[in-house]
């Protein structure tokens, strides 16, 4: 089975922290993504990657960075977090020979709240 | 660029009724087409997908749905709804090519006695 894990299932941070939030997929997987999800605006797209060290903006990008080092992980830093940041934060891969249009794979999400 | 619109925002229905919800896309191509489940506070598992051949696809616990090309929909049923189907559902389309999937705003099923 795919797992895709997310380093906390929930955080607190204050305001003007730089927050960490890591995912890892077991499958080898070469794209991996990064969303936002908040009530009745569904998920948004923040940052994808599609190999190592490669990253391309999504929807959402400002106030995030993301970080790709080795294929099985993807970070995403906020640098400076601030209170409208506060959701729910997940993290998804897909196979390499289907393209990133194809099925996706989610991690449990990490809940981030900013005081 | 695609787009989804799920047009319910929140559907209550009864333990042991039938259930569908709504999904449109739009896209120039044939689409990938996807259903994700998410209970509270999880993250979203895959119900069921369409590629390609039948339009009528087979899902995990007793869903299904139906592409239809000339309505530009593939809504989600469900012959007969239990209280553990209680969840937010959210369609997504994906476009043949390396672009990531685009997801609806979700549909809030509840699930009342």
């Known amino acids: 089975d795919v797992k895709v894990t997310q380093s906390s299932r929930y955080l607190v941070k204050r305001t003007g922290e730089k927050v960490f939030l890591e995912c890892v997929q077991d499958?080898?997987?070469?794209?991996m993504f990064w969303y936002r999800q908040d009530p009745g605006l569904g998920l948004r797209l923040i940052y994808f990657?599609?190999?190592?060290?490669?990253?391309e903006k999504g929807d959402i990008p400002e106030g995030y960075s993301v970080s790709r080092e080795k294929k099985e992980r993807f970070s995403l830093i906020l640098e400076s977090a601030s209170t409208n940041q506060t959701s729910m934060y997940l993290c998804?891969?897909?196979?390499?020979?289907?393209?990133?249009?194809?099925?996706?794979?989610f991690g449990p999400g990490t809940r981030l709240t900013v005081l | 660029a695609q787009s989804v619109t799920q047009p319910d925002i929140h559907i209550t229905v009864s333990e042991g009724a039938s259930l569908e919800l709504r999904c449109n896309y739009s896209?120039?191509?044939?689409?990938?087409l996807f259903w994700y489940v998410q209970s509270p506070g999880q993250g979203l598992q895959l119900l069921l997908k369409?590629?390609?051949?039948?339009?009528l696809v087979q899902g995990i616990k007793g869903f299904e749905a139906e592409f239809k090309r000339s309505q530009s929909s593939f809504n989600l049923r469900k012959p007969s709804v239990h209280w553990s189907d209680a969840a937010e559902y959210f369609c997504?389309?994906?476009?043949?090519?390396?672009?990531?999937?685009?997801f609806g705003k979700g549909t809030r099923l509840s699930v009342i006695a």
């Open positions: 998804a891969s897909n196979p390499p020979r289907q393209g990133a249009g194809n099925e996706q794979f």
């Open positions: 896209y120039g191509a044939t689409p990938y």
């Open positions: 990657s599609y190999d190592v060290k490669m990253k």
């Open positions: 997504a389309v994906g476009a043949r090519g390396n672009t990531p999937l685009v």
């Open positions: 499958m080898d997987h070469e794209n």
């Open positions: 369409y590629f390609s051949g039948d339009t």
